[in-house]
């Protein structure tokens, strides 16, 4: 295992030199030491091992053993009809469209935003907009504690930049696309997203693979809401069968701002989310939501970090987990209430439905309290359909089947009730039925 990762370290690092050296960063003069700092940090750590007390149940073996090689300088072909069919109904917000990492102005649809907003690929926005990409790029996510942050940081080159001036009171949306179609190779979009001064942003990203062979994606995104912004964010995961899907997200929230996030995982073999939310402004308020429905040998890690650094903010999270097969799932749930922050109301809630007796579920929620005059907590919860449950359906005349699927999707969908964009939640309500069965299934549940 060692020498795997060992391995591994050393083969990104002569990538990072070689690129250096070939001059293919042709990027701002003040984002070459912020690479060079990131891989450095990254040369110090290497790829973290079931050791290291965040990773002690995600093994990263099968992600060093491979060698992945960096995606082409122009993005690959998309089969004719791809994203047709991935298109949400009534859904015609811009969209950015990235294949392998690389922005695609031939699949995308932007346009500008309501208010004076802008939406563009990152590394065309380091030129236009150099100056705001310099003050938040890298100074949320923070690459310095986090490999995999790091590893994105110094390999940074394209991904989606959304921003609002202040007072964009207009309802404002765009759609982030990542496609990976190519198997083998590594890609590391980067997203920042900026909200100013009272103004409302929705945003949805989505990774899709079209490819079920092996690959890489590690991303990375940051989320600066200022005060009294509102943020809503979504981020649907579909990547291929023996994909590994690495993700971060950091969103630093003003005084009196709003952040309500939702997640859901289906695909990938590996896939690990880091999110932190950091509530640095009295007032501000975070809400953050997970669903993952995994099964065969799939394995996914959410580690989350809600972090209470002043007075009077509010936090609830919820994260569902549906397990089959042999998967195995790992959650990680850590709020963190500074001695200043009196008058915090924090919630956490973590359940987990096992199909099968083969599925392992790591559940660990963390309260680190220093202030005395709060309102935390939370819990966590594994169990099975329950037989009572199952025989009440199936005397109404539900098969086994159906019956099963129903009491899942039930259970499932009290995260996705929670997305506010109906087709958004049309789309995940299909995928979800898919994962449960059957035509019969389907059409009972409908």
Request: net charge negative.
């Amino acid at each position: 295992m060692t020498t795997t990762v060992a391995t591994a370290k050393d083969r990104y690092l002569a990538e990072f030199e070689a690129v250096e050296r070939l001059g293919a960063f042709r990027s701002p003069s003040w984002l070459a030491p912020l690479r060079r700092r990131a891989i450095d940090r990254f040369a110090e750590s290497g790829f973290p091992t079931t050791r290291d007390e965040d990773w002690r149940y995600t093994n990263l073996t099968a992600l060093g053993a491979t060698p992945f090689r960096p995606t082409a300088p122009s993005p690959a072909g998309v089969p004719a009809g791809v994203l047709e069919r991935l298109a949400l109904p009534g859904l015609e917000w811009p969209r950015l469209v990235f294949v392998d990492g690389r922005y695609s102005p031939k699949l995308s649809t932007a346009r500008p935003l309501l208010g004076g907003g802008q939406v563009a690929s990152l590394a065309e926005a380091m030129i236009t907009e150099g100056d705001m990409i310099e003050r938040h790029l890298g100074r949320h996510a923070r690459w310095d504690g986090n490999v995999f942050a790091a590893l994105n940081t110094a390999f940074v080159q394209d991904g989606g930049f959304v921003c609002l001036p202040p007072e964009a009171r207009g309802e404002t949306s765009i759609e982030l696309v990542f496609l990976a179609t190519t198997p083998g190779v590594v890609a590391q979009p980067r997203t920042l997203i900026v909200a100013g001064l009272h103004s409302r942003l929705t945003v949805v990203e989505r990774y899709v693979g079209l490819t079920d062979e092996a690959y890489f994606t590690n991303a990375v995104t940051e989320i600066v809401a200022g005060p009294g912004a509102a943020v809503d964010h979504y981020m649907l995961q579909e990547q291929g069968a023996e994909a590994f899907h690495v993700a971060t997200v950091h969103a630093a929230l003003g005084r009196d701002s709003a952040f309500d996030t939702c997640g859901a995982t289906f695909g990938g073999r590996l896939a690990r989310t880091t999110l932190t939310l950091e509530l640095a402004g009295e007032g501000a308020r975070g809400a953050i939501n997970g669903l993952y429905v995994v099964g065969g040998r799939q394995h996914v890690d959410h580690h989350v970090t809600v972090d209470h650094a002043v007075p009077r903010c509010a936090s609830r999270q919820l994260f569902k987990g549906v397990l089959d097969g042999t998967a195995r799932a790992v959650f990680n749930g850590r709020i963190i209430v500074r001695p200043d922050a009196q008058k915090t109301d924090a919630t956490q809630t973590n359940k987990h439905l096992l199909l099968s007796d083969g599925v392992e579920v790591d559940s660990k929620p963390q309260l680190e309290i220093f202030a005395d005059d709060v309102k935390c907590t939370h819990g966590a919860a594994e169990g099975q359909l329950a037989p009572e449950a199952l025989f009440y359906l199936k005397s109404r005349g539900l098969g086994e089947e159906t019956a099963r699927a129903l009491l899942t999707y039930g259970f499932a969908h009290e995260v996705l009730e929670r997305v506010a964009v109906e087709p958004l939640q049309a789309y995940l309500d299909r995928l979800l039925m898919a994962r449960l069965g059957s035509d019969r299934t389907t059409k009972e549940i409908a």
